[in-house]
């Protein structure tokens, strides 16, 4: 059973945006699979570094739309996603510093990190741009 599922209502009627929600979804259920079936600590930390480097591609083209199209929560949107990398550095170093321990809370921190982002940010922006295809 994955850990995330796609809903509709997550679309910012962004097609790249919406294509990277998808694959970060899916990127964090593979994480989630790979957490449960006990893989190795250097599986989890490369596959963790490849989460962490797609999720600040995708910030980064989030931010150009919302410059591009003069969003007016560019700031606020923009400081949630510097927390988020920040939290997600934080994961990353509990798992290397302890693996055993952080592996049981590291799927559920990131469902909980990402959702929460998505259903307030990432809602907002697409009730604003949304409506205005590209
Ligand atoms: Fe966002
Ligand atoms: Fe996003």
Do not use: C
Request: aromatic share 8%.
């Amino acid at each position: 059973m994955a850990l995330l599922q796609w809903k509709d209502q997550y679309s910012v009627g962004i097609a790249a945006v919406d294509h990277e929600h998808r694959e970060l979804i899916d990127l964090i259920n593979r994480l989630h699979d790979q957490l449960m079936a006990h893989a190795g600590k250097t599986t989890v930390s490369d596959f963790l570094g490849e989460l962490f480097n797609g999720i600040s591609a995708h910030f980064a083209l989030e931010e150009h739309f919302m410059r591009e199209r003069h969003y007016d929560q560019l700031s606020e949107h923009k400081g949630d996603h510097e927390r988020l990398l920040d939290e997600i550095r934080d994961i990353m170093d509990d798992f290397e510093a302890n693996a055993a321990t952080a592996s049981g809370a590291l799927a559920g921190r990131l469902d909980a990190w990402f959702s929460r982002h998505f259903e307030t940010h990432d809602a907002r922006l697409h009730r604003a741009l949304g409506s205005h295809p590209h």
